[in-house]
């Protein structure tokens, strides 16, 4: 594409990268864009390679005048754009050996429903409740932002309330249903999260989604907003809910744990480690989730300290709705959406995800074959009862004739 003009043609590679369901496109000097389409990244040769002027006038272009003079100094640079009727995009701008290089990632205008996502049940109560603190965690890209925009979104549907979002940069974007939303961007409506996080309060929200836990501070903030009766949503990069808790006990020092662990106990309602899993039918992925809900058994660990005891209580917890990541693996292996190789790769505990499916497999192999012995054995039963039919007809003795209706019997022979 000999014509191809950076500010003229960005936007069609996003175009062709929504028409593909590609969920982050790649740039960076001396290459094509790259797309990640199902969980790899691939080079698109159709447009031609980017210089290092391409980048510059790509990076200036999307930020302001103010934001371009501080991105000489402090190289990282996080932006949000929405490209009408198409999607909405969060770039990540920063420099790479020098070069200037960006990754923009895909978010649909439309909020999907947690229904259309095919989550948990539990995951509606969960975003209902009246107050306390809900953890979304897991890897940057396993789809954090997008389960709690659906359970926002369902809130939005369901309750009369003020919601308040701060962000960096702001994601989904949000219509007012029942609820009235207001979405704050760090650096746009807001100098920091901890500026955001002191006036909060004076805002009158009843939900509040802090976009990362990035700090004690930050912590401290949303603990104490959960206890004074708010629901607060944040997310940790963490892949799991004992994992959570123990990298927000190593955030303190040593003597505050204690005392940490106790408010967390009261405060904390439920953790939801997600990863995203290619689906083995090659349609996109699907998340795996692992789900903590806070029972009296889980807040007793939590306050003791008890971390590595918390996941025997979620493999026991179905009735409240909880499983661990190797529970939900196994059901979407067993469900013939994911395949064994892709669930093993995934898996929480690897050892023991090998041992569920060999025991799964094994449980599946003789219901198979005690279905087709069943089979096998009515059909067995079947052919006999025929054979007995047609032995009985050709045994039986000859009827002797019936006279006709009305009619005089025939003469006896002599």
């Not at 969920?23 to 290459?31: H, R």
């Not at 932006?79 to 020098?98: D, M, P, S």
């Not at 978010?107 to 229904?115: H, K, M, S």
């Not at 995934?346 to 003789?366: C, P, S, V």
Request: net charge negative; hydrophobic share 40%; with cysteine.
């Amino acid at each position: 594409m000999a014509d191809f003009d950076i500010l003229q043609n960005w936007r069609d590679v996003i175009r062709r990268a929504a028409e593909l369901k590609s969920s982050d496109v790649f740039w960076k000097p001396g290459n094509p864009p790259w797309m990640r389409l199902k969980g790899a990244v691939y080079p698109q040769e159709e447009w031609p390679a980017l210089t290092e002027t391409d980048m510059e006038r790509l990076a200036q272009s999307l930020m302001r005048e103010r934001d371009w003079e501080r991105f000489q100094e402090y190289p990282e640079k996080d932006v949000g754009l929405t490209i009408e009727g198409l999607c909405r995009l969060r770039i990540n701008i920063y420099r790479e050996r020098g070069h200037i290089c960006a990754v923009m990632r895909l978010i649909p205008i439309e909020i999907p429903t947690l229904a259309d996502l095919g989550m948990p049940e539990v995951l509606k109560d969960i975003a209902l409740r009246p107050q306390g603190l809900v953890l979304v965690t897991g890897p940057t890209g396993c789809g954090k932002s997008t389960t709690l925009a659906a359970m926002l979104n369902h809130i939005n549907e369901n309750r009369r309330a003020h919601i308040v979002s701060i962000e960096d940069p702001i994601e989904y974007v949000h219509r007012d249903k029942k609820c009235i939303v207001s979405q704050r961007e760090v650096s746009i409506d807001t100098e920091s999260f901890e500026d955001a996080l002191k006036y909060c309060m004076r805002q009158n929200p009843d939900v509040i989604l802090i976009g990362e836990m990035r700090d004690v501070s930050t912590f401290n903030v949303a603990m104490q907003s959960a206890e004074t009766g708010h629901l607060v949503f944040s997310t940790v990069h963490t892949t799991s809910a004992a994992e959570t808790m123990e990298r927000i006990l190593n955030m303190f020092q040593p003597h505050e744990r204690e005392q940490i662990s106790i408010r967390l106990s009261r405060s904390l309602q439920a953790i939801i480690a997600q990863a995203l899993v290619p689906r083995q039918d090659a349609l996109g992925r699907v998340a795996a989730m692992e789900i903590m809900v806070v029972t009296p058994t889980v807040r007793k660990y939590i306050e003791d300290g008890r971390a590595s005891e918390i996941e025997e209580a979620i493999e026991e917890g179905a009735h409240w709705g909880m499983q661990t990541k190797n529970q939900a693996l196994l059901r979407l292996y067993g469900d013939g959406i994911i395949s064994a190789d892709e669930a093993m790769f995934n898996a929480g505990n690897y050892t023991q995800m090998r041992q569920l499916i060999q025991r799964y497999d094994k449980e599946k192999a003789d219901a198979a074959a005690a279905a087709a012995k069943a089979a096998a054995e009515q059909e067995r039963r079947r052919r006999m009862a025929v054979a007995q039919r047609l032995q009985q007809q050709q045994v039986a003795p000859p009827q002797p004739a019936q006279p006709p209706a009305g009619g005089t019997p025939p003469p006896s022979k002599q």
